[in-house]
């Protein structure tokens, strides 16, 4: 009896194991655990069984039965992951193949610094203003102490409209962001911090020039403001946008009708390879990045304000010219073209924006 | 504004070279734009002497030379006509490079002849336009110097550019008192400048300590002012008897080093007076004139033949100075041909004037003619020196032309009026943020000319019109004392926590331009003026310009297309198929600049794909989505957006709308280009459009950060679907918005998922499948509630005309 049982289970084990396919393993099962099945035809045998031979063949054909559908398990759960693999395996596709195209758009880089500048000066305080590109001639140059016969005029290559105002002042493109300054004057009262980027507009045109190119300004007013703080105010900034710690200023006595004392900033360069590279502690030359001064007491007047009372500084910086020091490009026109080419390689992804805690550069 | 080191030394006495100089005038604000030498290139070129001059043996038209430069004869090939024995000239060896022509020597054969370097004309040198042969110098120049030092070329030449308030430095003079000032030397008195002396004795001599009026020795000349506001004051004197030739070599050595053209030199003098003083003159040949020389108005339509050798039409505004005859000069701006003086010239009369700056600025913009003498005079002279300025031109005259001088008219009188400030040293500090001593800031004023009593009122000397105020003086002080001494002082940080920055229609501008980059469009920035033919399809511009680069540049743009649709073009015609751009920047209307972000597509919206094996062309909705998508960005409540019309004459009249929260608050125009715009434009077809106004979002209400309660519904929501016929031209969005209203606390969505024309559909109709979403609110929907809510959307949808398919 014992050698017949043991024979059965190798018997059906092998056989089980043999199993090539779910139907003969579906026979196999059948053979042994089917109603009329090998197992279960011994199983019925336990009914006719005494006492101690329950014991005995009963657990032994018992535990048998449970070895023989483990195994029978087991073999169908191989067979079917055989099964899905040869599926899956009939639906392999080239995953090569390209997906259609990635589509980013980009940011134009006066853009991208015209955000850089806003977050930078937003650390020190200074709000972001706004004013008309198409300006009369008091907030241009009136109120910027220009007179009309100023020479400095004739400095600004300005376009003019055949219109007046309804005051009777001429209407022109605004030739330089400053009247952002008269404008928040009048309308605010100090302390004022602000910087001013936008679109300006003069008739020149030639390789390093364009009729419209684009500045920022930056005005302070308060009490007790000085030069002192024109200059770490510039540094501050400049190193920022430059991200750079080794950056030296070169402050140079200026002129301009609307600051007094005024002055031009250069910032060093090193050569790098032949290439200047801006910053250095120890400069192999100077670029000219900025003019600026303390307002005018004129122009603080000129706003209502008391120039005994209220001081500050003030400064303007083309925009275009700081995007091309920081990101390489070395033609201005190209700014204005609209290459698809350009733009993808200049331009920068919809999700650098700029941050202090990110970093303002990309 | 131009002079050399010697020039400057004339004035200034110093030992400082080119660099110190050049270092010192960038530090005082006279921006330094060139440096050169131009004896550098010209160094290696000696003097030299042919000893022996012979025919070439196989060119009749070439000699070979015997040339000595100092280290014995070397054998020359020569092919100028006036090369012969016993020339001394300029020799340049094999190795020299030669600037004229712009090639290096170098020993070489010439028709078999060996020739070791080159004897040179002055044109190949750069030195003028002689080249009919080599140069001939005095004989007895010496054998193997540099010619440039021999000719006194080896002076730095300096070019300075003067900001417009600094008069004063439109003369050497003035830039040699800034530099004093700064320390870089002593300014030299006027009269040792123009070496004015009287013999002491035998042999001996000693400096004038100022410039003396010149006595003169018959009546003056008969000129005055009938225009005393522009013209305040006409001082002349009159020489007669000279000879008008050659100018003296120091001076036209100055006046070609700095670029100027010696003429003759009653001319010279007056173009050096003018750049070493700062002070022009006028210099009249008195046999042109008739009767009393008038500075006065022009009349209306009166000409003149200028100098520069154009013809004037004058106004009355203008100022001119004109005799019994004719107008011989634009007051102050440059003198007329027919009185100018010429080589038979005997008789002169020299004119120095003041002209009113204003005045003389406004008739050169009118005219627009510039010369030094506006520029001199527009900026203001220093209307205290006629005196001395007519003394110094009459000397020179007849030091160097000879001729007797007659007595001095002085017509009118110049506006010389004293000006001073109350001044407090502590201004410095104030402004300047660093102090400097009350001793030195008089000292440094001092130098610069000004009067400062013990209590500090500063005299403005006459030559500084500019100075007006303290802060004048803080700048003087501060440019003088250094910029560089300038501190660093942090501005001080505001308490408390950062506030944003940006305003609001800034945090939209910003979310709507990334959102645009997003979506795969690329920003351009094109130019705000467009051509009148551009800008007609759009209304036309409001603003022209009166003073335009071209007619491509000339009116404001009433849109952004134009200028996207010709970049788009552009990108075209390079052969790019799918092209994203937009631009966000102001429409200028008649009453306002627009904040608005445009997006253009033209050509692919989807590219050629392999699954599908054909590219899609961008249509009109391709655009409404890209409005949409930047609008709700940009923070517009999309969910209560109306179609409202069609986007007008610029657009395609059945493929563009306009989107809106009401007729008269359209947030977006979008869809195809009218083929008439398209045409206008010059661009190709089809291209869409959107145009996004960014200042007619509304603004978000305020209403803190939190936002109102919401709690998930925990019950199902259903979905049913319907299909409606509906006329063919009804607005699909006129149904789906009436059904959206049928049962507003039930219905959360409504989508439009089909529409059909064809088989079964009756002609003039169309099918429209639509699914909604209900939401029950506090208990599941059973069949009646269900069956309420699909009459009510069928009783609203019927009341746009749609029937319930059956």
Redesign the interface.
């Known amino acids: 009896m014992t050698t017949d049982i043991d024979q059965l289970k190798t018997d059906i084990l092998a056989a089980n194991t043999a199993a090539p396919d779910i139907a003969t393993w579906d026979s196999v099962r059948v053979a042994a655990l089917g109603k009329q099945g090998s197992i279960t035809l011994l199983l019925k045998t336990l009914g006719g069984m005494s006492p101690e031979e329950r014991q005995t063949t009963g657990a032994r054909i018992n535990r048998v039965r449970g070895e023989v559908s483990d195994a029978i398990a087991a073999k169908k759960a191989e067979l079917d992951r055989a099964s899905l693999n040869a599926k899956l395996a009939s639906e392999t596709l080239d995953m090569s ?2 997906i ?2 990635l ?6 880089p ?2 991208q610094v015209m ?1 850089e500048l ?1 977050e930078i ?8 203003a ?1 004013g ?3 300006e009369d001639d008091w907030h241009n140059f009136t109120a910027l102490n220009i ?6 005029r ?2 600004h290559d300005t ?5 007046a105002d309804g005051e009777g002042r001429k ?1 022109l ?1 605004r030739t330089h962001t400053s009247p952002v300054q008269i404008r928040t004057m009048v309308t605010t009262p100090p302390p004022i ?1 602000i910087i001013a980027p936008g ?1 300006t ?1 003069r ?1 020149d ?1 030639d390789a390093t020039h364009t ?2 190119f684009h500045q920022v300004e930056g005005l ?1 007013i308060d009490r ?1 403001i ?4 024109l ?3 510039l ?2 900034f400049v190193k920022a946008y430059f991200e750079r710690d080794d950056i030296v200023l ?6 301009f ?1 609307f600051t ?5 900033v250069d910032v060093g360069y090193t050569l790098v390879k032949g290439k200047r590279t801006i910053g250095g502690a120890e400069p192999d030359g100077w670029m000219e990045i900025l003019g600026s001064g ?1 307002v ?3 122009v603080i007047a000129a706003c209502g304000l008391d120039p005994n009372e209220w ?1 500050g500084f003030a400064f303007g910086c083309g925009i275009d010219r700081l995007a091309m020091l920081k990101y390489g490009m070395d033609d201005l026109r190209a ?7 350009w ?2 390689h200049y ?5 650098d ?1 700029p941050t202090l805690s990110g970093g303002v550069g990309a | 504004m131009k002079f050399t080191l010697g020039w400057l030394k004339e004035h200034l006495d110093t030992t400082a070279d080119a660099a110190a100089v050049a270092d010192a005038l960038t530090r005082i604000g006279l921006e330094v734009e060139d440096v050169s030498n131009p004896a550098d290139v010209l160094r290696p070129f000696k003097i030299a002497k042919v000893l022996t001059a012979a025919p070439h043996p196989q060119a009749d038209k070439l000699q070979v030379l015997s040339v000595d430069a100092g280290d014995g004869p070397l054998q020359v090939v020569c092919g100028a006509p006036n090369a012969r024995a016993g020339l001394v000239g300029i020799f340049g060896a094999p190795g020299t490079w030669v600037p004229g022509p712009d090639m290096t020597l170098k020993v070489a054969a010439i028709r078999g002849v060996e020739s070791n370097g080159m004897m040179c004309s002055f044109r190949e040198l750069l030195l003028g336009e002689d080249h009919d042969g080599i140069v001939e110098l005095p004989a007895d120049a010496p054998v193997g110097t540099s010619y440039a030092e021999y000719a006194g070329l080896d002076d730095p030449l300096f070019d300075v550019s003067v900001t417009p308030n600094r008069q004063d430095c439109m003369g050497v003079r003035g830039i040699a008192r800034d530099l004093a000032a700064f320390g870089l030397g002593t300014l030299k008195p006027l009269a040792e400048a123009y070496r004015w002396f009287r013999e002491t004795g035998e042999g001996t001599a000693e400096w004038f300590t100022s410039i003396q009026p010149i006595e003169g020795h018959s009546p003056a000349p008969d000129v005055r002012t009938d225009d005393p506001e522009v013209c305040p004051a006409f001082y002349a004197q009159a020489v007669s008897g000279v000879t008008n030739h050659d100018t003296p070599l120091w001076m036209s050595r100055y006046l070609k080093l700095i670029g100027q053209k010696p003429i003759s030199v009653l001319v010279d003098i007056t173009n050096f007076v003018s750049v070493d003083l700062g002070r022009p003159l006028h210099v009249y040949d008195r046999a042109k004139l008739s009767g009393a020389l008038v500075a006065r108005k022009a009349k209306d339509g009166e000409q003149v033949l200028a100098l520069n050798g154009k013809t004037y039409t004058l106004d009355s505004t203008m100022t001119v100075i004109a005799d019994d005859a004719m107008v011989h000069d634009i007051g102050g701006i440059m003198g007329g041909e027919h009185s100018g003086v010429s080589e038979t010239t005997t008789d002169v009369l020299i004119e120095c004037a003041y002209f009113d700056p204003d005045h003389i600025a406004l008739t050169g913009q009118r005219l627009a003619l510039t010369s030094d003498a506006r520029q001199r005079f527009e900026r203001g002279v220093d209307p205290a020196f006629l005196d001395d300025g007519l003394a110094i031109a009459t000397k020179l005259v007849l030091d160097h032309c000879g001729g007797t001088a007659s007595a001095i008219t002085r017509a009118g009188e110049p506006p010389v009026a004293q000006r001073t400030l109350a001044y407090d040293p502590a201004r410095v500090l104030a402004l300047g943020g660093f102090d400097v001593p009350a001793d030195r800031q008089k000292a440094i004023l001092e130098r610069l000319g000004f009067g400062v009593s013990d209590d500090f009122t500063v005299t403005i000397p006459t030559w500084r019109r500019d100075i007006d105020g303290t802060a004048d003086l803080v700048e003087e002080v501060v440019r003088i004392e250094g910029l560089d001494k300038v501190p660093s002082t942090p501005l001080p940080r505001a308490e408390g926590v950062a506030k944003p920055t940006a305003s609001p229609e800034q945090r939209v501008e910003r979310k709507a331009r990334r959102a645009a980059a997003a979506r795969g469009f690329a920003e351009a920035v094109t130019w705000s003026f467009l051509s009148e033919k551009e800008a007609a399809p759009f209304g036309g511009g409001h603003w022209t310009l009166a003073n335009p680069i071209s007619e491509d540049l000339k009116v404001m743009r009433p849109s952004l297309v134009p200028g996207l649709a010709r970049a788009a073009q552009r990108n075209r015609d390079r052969g790019e198929k799918a092209i994203r751009l937009f631009e966000l920047g102001r429409r200028y209307l008649n009453d306002a600049e627009r904040p608005t972000l445009t997006v253009l597509i033209a050509g692919d919206a989807a590219a050629r794909d392999w699954r599908t094996g054909k590219a899609r062309l961008a249509d009109a909705y391709d655009a409404k989505a890209e409005a949409l998508a930047v609008l709700a960005a940009a923070g517009a409540p999309v969910n209560r957006l109306q179609l409202i019309g069609p986007g007008g004459e610029t657009w395609h009249p059945g493929r563009s709308g306009q989107l809106g929260l009401g007729p008269k608050m359209i947030l977006a125009t979008f869809g195809e280009l009218h083929p008439e715009t398209l045409k206008a434009l010059g661009v190709e077809g089809p291209m869409v459009a959107a145009e996004i106004y960014l200042d007619a979002i509304p603004a978000k209400r305020d209403a803190g950060r939190a936002r109102p309660a919401y709690m998930p519904s925990a019950l199902q929501a259903v979905r049913r679907d319907f299909a409606f016929l509906v006329p063919a031209d009804l607005a699909a969005d006129k149904l789906t918005r009436a059904i959206a209203g049928a049962d507003k606390q039930a219905i959360t969505e409504v989508s439009l998922f089909d529409v059909f024309t064809g088989a079964g559909v009756p002609e003039g109709q169309k099918s429209l499948a639509i699914e909604v979403m209900l939401q029950p609110a506090d208990k599941s929907f059973d069949d009646a509630a269900l069956k309420a809510i699909a009459d009510r959307i069928v009783a609203a949808a019927a009341k746009q005309g749609a029937n319930l398919r059956g």
Request: hydrophobic share 35%; no cysteine.
């Open positions: 193949l390209p259609a195209g589509g980013g758009g980009s940011v134009h006066v853009s955000d806003a000066f937003a650390d020190l305080g200074f709000a972001v706004t008309p590109e198409i007179p009309e016969t100023h020479p400095a004739a400095m376009f003019y409209f055949d219109r209407m493109l911090r679109r507009y008739s045109s009729p419209m302070v007790g000085t030069l002192g703080h200059k770490w105010t540094e501050t070169r402050l140079r006595p200026s002129y009708p007094e004392p005024s002055m031009e303390m005018h007491p004129k001081q700014f204005f073209d609209g290459d698809l080419r733009l993808r331009g920068f992804s919809a999700l924006v």
